[in-house]
């Protein structure tokens, strides 16, 4: 029964009673047999108390050493299952190698310099990005509706190209071949221009400025409001 207790156990209880030699101590054999002779001669009740409430401990510390193993054998089975269940769906599946390349390609395609391209659109002078405002390159000939970038009036400052009105920053190429950046699209309501257009705004600007020469402004009571005004005199 205190074979159960290690050496350091026994000696913790017995040398409270007697001593031991140091072959006993370190060897557990020689020392169990000097406890059980000296338990079975007139030895202290005390000790065998302390002795078997030891050896009592030291069984239910067992017993609960047993039961937290078989509860980690269980955990540890139930996290296998659920790892092998997380295996077998996609979450945590490392992507192949096609797949990578793919990722790269599409993050490179999305960040690089032809992502963050820009240019100016030759139909409405404006500065936009090729890939969110869809900036592509017409021949100047394939335009389609082009009748709709003709100005109805033409200025002696106007840069036209095959009669239409258009930015000459967003033109490229020869003379023979030109080629316009175009925002957008342009061809999806044949009747009516684009909503930004050179030919559209110069026309809104024209306009303005013919209202303004045609409207009459009475010279006369503006003049004398500023007399009055600087002679700090009350009007008659």
């Known amino acids: 029964m205190f ?17 031991f030699s140091n072959a006993e101590r370190s060897r557990k054999e020689l020392l169990l047999q000097d406890v059980f002779e000296r338990l079975n001669g007139a030895y202290s009740e005390e000790a065998k ?4 409430t030891a050896i009592r401990l030291k ?4 017993l609960e050493n047993r039961k937290r193993r078989s509860e980690e054998a269980l955990y540890s089975v139930h996290k296998r299952s659920h790892l092998d269940e997380l295996q077998s769906s996609p979450f945590l599946r490392l992507p192949t190698e096609q797949e990578r390349k793919e990722c790269h390609a599409k993050f490179i395609g999305a960040t690089g310099r ?3 391209a820009q240019g100016v659109c030759g139909v409405c002078a404006r500065e936009c ?4 405002e869809g900036l592509t390159s017409w021949k100047l000939l394939d335009i389609p509706n082009g009748g709709r970038l003709i100005p109805t009036r033409v200025h002696p ?3 036209l190209y095959n009669g239409m009105l258009l930015e000459a920053a967003g033109i490229t190429g020869s003379a023979e071949e030109l080629s316009v950046a175009i925002r957008g699209r342009i061809d999806y309501k044949p009747r009516l221009p684009p909503r930004c257009i050179l030919v559209k705004m110069n026309k809104i600007r ?5 209202g303004l020469k045609n409207s009459v402004i009475p010279i006369e009571p503006v003049t004398k409001t500023f ?3 600087c002679t700090n005199k009350e009007p008659n």
């Open 3 to 19: 074979a159960r207790l290690s050496v350091k156990e026994n000696l913790s209880i017995m040398q409270r009673f007697t001593s």
């Open 49 to 52: 108390k302390q002795l078997a």
């Open 59 to 62: 069984q239910v510390a067992g």
């Open 114 to 116: 032809g992502a963050l």
């Open 129 to 132: 990005s090729v890939m969110d």
């Open 157 to 159: 400052v106007h840069e």
């Open 206 to 210: 024209a306009d303005r400025l013919e």
């Open 227 to 229: 007399r009055m005004m």
